[in-house]
């Protein structure tokens, strides 16, 4: 195994080599917490290979041997409470069960395909998938809709309860936020317009940053980060992510260990691969403080390495010349230690976002308990 003081010694040296501006290099220096005396040894030229990406799954919910029973259980879920609502005998539990449809959809229904874009796993979604992701967006965004309207009719009654109302509408409201914000970042179309509906989005989630609701406050941070990103410039998404060694409130998880993974990646690509790394090794040291169960940590830990690995492949493909064969090999090296040390068949699963979103909208008659779709929990 590669000596941990070895490597943080190459990052020093690594980041005393770059090019970086003084408010840049602030930033990084704040984050970047290592005290290496000395450098390290001289590593022989020859330059291994890259090694393959290790092959890593999401960890099957509880209940459910696979992703496939999940979502068919979601989707018969979401197809009750659509019933409910249209049945229901009055407009606000029409809404209710609309809403509590749509939130389960964006919660639970396109997790999956959440969690592996945002960390880069089986990235291609075929013909079939895409068309899943559609009439799943499609379908929440019509029950959203649906909501809507039943909430406009009650705001023209006199009788309607106020507060009631008033926080209905507030659920509606950050549901279309959400929907508008995932659709943005799970749509496989590239180019400017891509990019300004990506804006539109991260605009539309700017107000939910300081929600009272710390889970959806969490989730609208990453989000519009996820969103800001697909710009050119990532200043303003590093600016709506938390430093990457702050401690994360309880209640802001996944969604704040997801955000600092993120920050990592962004800072790879301002040019900082070395940062990057020396972050996401103390962020692996802490997954035993911000994770609350050891499936939890486990997860956590090989989702942080699996970054780290994506890292050190892209780094290796953009260092160049003969000055350039030590770092290579260090790269290349480091990357197979991982894959054979943490990376085996019966340790290979991810930590997931779930939900995607946080659930906000419950159904009726269900004393605000959120829906839970696992038969075994959620």
């Not at 001289?42 to 919910?61: E, F, G, I, Y």
């Not at 989730?219 to 990453?222: D, K, Q, R, T």
């Given at each position: 195994m590669i000596p941990r003081q070895y490597v943080l010694s190459l990052v020093v040296l690594a980041l005393a080599a770059m090019p970086v501006c003084a408010g840049?290099?602030?930033?990084?220096t704040d984050e970047v917490q290592v005290d290496v005396p000395g450098t390290p040894k001289?590593?022989?030229?020859?330059?291994?290979?890259?090694?393959?990406?290790?092959?890593?799954?999401?960890?099957?919910?509880p209940g459910f041997e696979d992703d496939a029973a999940y979502l068919r259980s979601i989707a018969a879920r979401v197809t009750e409470l659509e019933a409910q609502a249209g049945e229901a005998g009055n407009p606000m539990k029409q809404a209710e069960s609309a809403l509590a449809a749509a939130n389960l959809i964006l919660a639970h229904q396109l997790e999956p395909t959440c969690t592996r874009k945002l960390l880069h796993v089986n990235g291609n979604v075929d013909e079939h998938g895409e068309a899943d992701l559609r009439g799943a967006l499609g379908r929440a965004d019509g029950l959203i809709e649906r909501a809507g309207a039943a909430l406009k009719e009650l705001h023209n009654r006199e009788d309607q309860p106020a507060d009631g109302l008033q926080e209905s509408t507030h659920r509606l409201e950050t549901l279309a936020a959400f929907a508008a914000g995932l659709r943005a970042f799970l749509s496989p179309e590239k180019g400017a317009e891509a990019v300004r509906s990506a804006r539109r989005a991260a605009s539309g989630?700017?107000?939910l940053r300081e929600d009272r609701n710390q889970p959806v406050a969490s989730?609208?941070?990453?989000w519009q980060a996820?969103?800001?990103n697909l710009e050119s410039d990532q200043g303003p998404a590093l600016a709506a992510l938390d430093l990457a060694l702050s401690d994360p409130v309880p209640e802001s998880m996944p969604y704040a260990f997801f955000a600092r993974l993120l920050r990592c990646r962004l800072l790879t690509d301002r040019g900082h691969p070395a940062a990057a790394l020396a972050l996401l090794m103390q962020i692996e040291e802490r997954c035993n403080e911000w994770l609350t169960t050891d499936t939890e940590r486990g997860d956590a830990l090989r989702s942080a390495q699996l970054v780290r690995i994506q890292i050190m492949a892209d780094?290796?493909?953009?260092?160049?010349g003969s000055n350039a064969a030590s770092e290579r090999k260090w790269c290349a090296e480091s990357i197979q230690t991982l894959i054979s040390e943490d990376f085996g068949e019966d340790g290979n699963t991810v930590l997931r976002l779930t939900p995607a979103?946080?659930?906000i909208a419950s159904p009726p008659d269900e004393d605000g308990?959120?829906?839970?779709?696992a038969p075994e929990g959620d």
């Open positions: 840049m290099w602030q930033e990084i001289t590593v022989p030229a020859a330059v291994p290979p890259l090694p393959d990406s290790p092959q890593v799954r999401l960890r099957p919910m989630l700017a107000p989730a609208a941070s990453l996820c969103l800001r780094w290796y493909g953009r260092l160049t979103i946080p659930i308990a959120a829906p839970d779709p």
